[in-house]
C-alpha cells in the first residue's frame, strides 16, 4: 500500500500509514526518503485541536473530501505558523545502534 500511494502521488505515506498501524516495509520508507517524496500525515496528527477549525477554514476548498483526517503536507499548513516541541523516544537499543551518528532534522523547504 505504502509502494503503490507513495510513487504514485510522489508523496511519503509512511507516517500517516504507520499511525493508522500497519506493518510497513522499512524499504519503501527509505526509497520514499531517497526519492526526495514530503511526508504526509492525518490533519488531526499535526495540528492542535483548538486550531482545526483554522485548518479547515484554510484547506476545505482546495480538498474534496474535508475531515480531520484529511491528508496534508506540512507546506499545507505553513501559513498557519505553528509552533511545537520534537520529543524523541529512544530505547537503548536505539542509542547503542545511532552511536556515531549525525542526525539532521530538516526544513525540506528551505535551503
Known amino acids: 500500500m505504502n509502494q503503490v ?3 504514485n ?8 500509514l504507520q499511525k493508522w498501524g500497519l506493518n510497513l516495509d522499512n524499504n519503501q520508507a ?3 526518503r531517497a526519492a526526495n517524496y514530503h511526508a504526509v500525515a492525518s490533519l488531526a496528527d499535526v495540528v492542535p485541536k483548538n486550531q482545526l ?7 476545505d476548498d482546495k480538498i474534496l473530501i474535508n475531515s ?4 496534508v503536507q506540512d507546506q499545507d499548513i505553513v501559513p498557519m ?4 516541541n520534537l520529543t524523541l523516544n529512544l530505547s537503548d537499543d536505539d ?4 552511536t556515531g551518528t549525525k542526525i539532521y532534522l530538516k526544513d525540506v523547504y528551505k535551503s
Do not use: C, M, W
Open 81 to 84: 505558523n505553528l509552533h511545537g
Open 9 to 16: 502521488s510522489h508523496q511519503d505515506f509512511t507516517p500517516v
Open 95 to 98: 542509542l547503542k545502534s545511532l
Open 5 to 7: 500511494y507513495s510513487e
Open 30 to 32: 527509505y526509497k520514499n
Open 53 to 59: 477549525s483554522r485548518a479547515h477554514a484554510l484547506l
Open 68 to 71: 480531520n483526517f484529511e491528508i
